[in-house]
Each structure stands twice: as structure tokens, then as C-alpha cells.
């Protein structure tokens, strides 16, 4: 099920073009966003989780050192790897804000939702048949550290840093794609990172940027002299 008021989850299509930081800080200085939705945009786009893994976050999750911010995502979803926690350095721009909104954290409920699967099936373009799910929702009391996030706040929040034809998941594809620019890069990391247990799950999130162009071009150019 689609965050309400939005017909397709991708309106204006899949956005590949990766975006460079200083233009995304730019985008944010400029946004105005209020604390907690700026605290969300940098947690997604630092650790290019899915928004639901953001705004789920309760005060538990993290633990703030000296030169680290360190969440701990548990077991990624839709069946993704449990991997060690992540650690931030403190010094990342907005990382502060982040900070901000767990201290601040307090008992609040608030409504998760999960895609249980029902009785009825649906055939995919492959032939297989699945199960349609539905969204399941449960109140929970906790210490969220988003307790105003919900799904159509997550995109509402990225269209307004980002522009219209953007989504929260973009910031996930942004994320993986300037790792993977990295020549060092190995699949390990890769899933260590971020959960993805396949390559062809991962292929799902790279994007594209002239810059990566250039370089494959100089590359090739080195050869040809």
C-alpha cells in the first residue's frame, strides 16, 4: 500500500542521477527544514536505509560517543541481513541535528504498520503467483526519535529538499551508488553496509552520474594513447 495522496510510488519515474553532498547540504540549507524532518533527510541519506527503518528508530537504537553516532538498525527489511551497527563520525554536517532529536526522545505512541499477506493471490508478469498483502497497523509506546514521521511525511520531506520527482527511497539509491564509486569497493562491504544479501537486489540501487561517466572514459582513454 502507497503513502495516501500519492498515486505511484515513482510518479515521475526512477531517479538514477546520484547527487553530489554539497549540492544535497545546499538543497537542505536552503529547505528550511524544521529539526527533526532535517535529522530524518541526514539519517536517511547517511545510511541510505528505507524510510520506515528511519522513522522506526526509538532512543534504544543509539548511542552517541566521543567521534561516533552509532545506530543500530537490527535485521534490515524485506528479509535483508542483520548487520553490526553503523557508526557515524559526529563531525558529518547535520549529524548534530540527529543527535538533537535523541536526546530529546520520549515515550510517545505511535502507529507501525507491516504488509501481512492474506488469502487472496495475485500473478506476476513471471507467471508466478503471490500472496496480496495488506497493511497491518500497531500502536506502540517507545522513545521514537521521529515521533511526527510517517510515510507520506518521509516524502513529503524529500520532494521538498530534493524537487518534485524525488522520493525517500532515492536517498537509499544515492547512498549504495557513491559507495559502489569507490574502485575498492567489494560486495562484502557492500552488505555490511547496507543488508543486501544479492547482487541482484543491489543492482536495483545503483544509479548513474556524469562524473562516474567521465572517469570510465578517462579509464579507457589510458589504454588508447
Known amino acids: 500500500m502507497l503513502a495516501k495522496g500519492y498515486e505511484h510510488r515513482y510518479k515521475h519515474g526512477k531517479q538514477e542521477d546520484i547527487i553530489p553532498f554539497k549540492e544535497i547540504k545546499q538543497k537542505v540549507i536552503e ?82 504498520f507491516t504488509s501481512e499477506p492474506t488469502r487472496k493471490t495475485k500473478k506476476l508478469k513471471s507467471g508466478a503467483v503471490v500472496p496480496i498483502k495488506k497493511r497491518v497497523g500497531q500502536r506502540v509506546r517507545a522513545r521514537f526519535v521521529f515521533p511526527s514521521i510517517q510515510s507520506t511525511k518521509a516524502w513529503d520531506i524529500a520532494k521538498k529538499v530534493l524537487g518534485e520527482k524525488h522520493y525517500p527511497h532515492f536517498l537509499r539509491l544515492n547512498c549504495l551508488s557513491e559507495i559502489c564509486s569507490d574502485p575498492t569497493t567489494s560486495f562484502t562491504r557492500l552488505k555490511s553496509f547496507s543488508g543486501i544479501k544479492s547482487l541482484k537486489a543491489l543492482n536495483a540501487y545503483l544509479g548513474q552520474s556524469e562524473k562516474e561517466q567521465d572517469k570510465a572514459i578517462a579509464f579507457r582513454g589510458q589504454h588508447f594513447e
Open 31 to 112: 529547505a528550511k527544514l524544521p529539526c527533526e524532518s532535517e535529522a530524518y533527510f541526514w539519517l536517511l541519506y547517511y545510511c541510505g536505509v528505507r524510510k520506515s527503518e528511519g522513522f522506526e528508530r526509538v532512543k534504544e537504537d543509539f548511542k552517541i560517543t566521543k567521534d561516533f553516532f552509532i545506530i543500530d538498525f537490527g535485521q534490515r527489511k524485506k528479509n535483508g541481513a542483520t548487520v553490526p551497527p553503523l557508526k557515524i563520525p559526529v563531525s558529518w554536517y547535520g549529524v548534530d541535528k540527529i543527535i538533537k532529536q535523541v536526546e530529546k526522545a520520549r515515550p510517545r505512541v505511535k502507529t507501525l
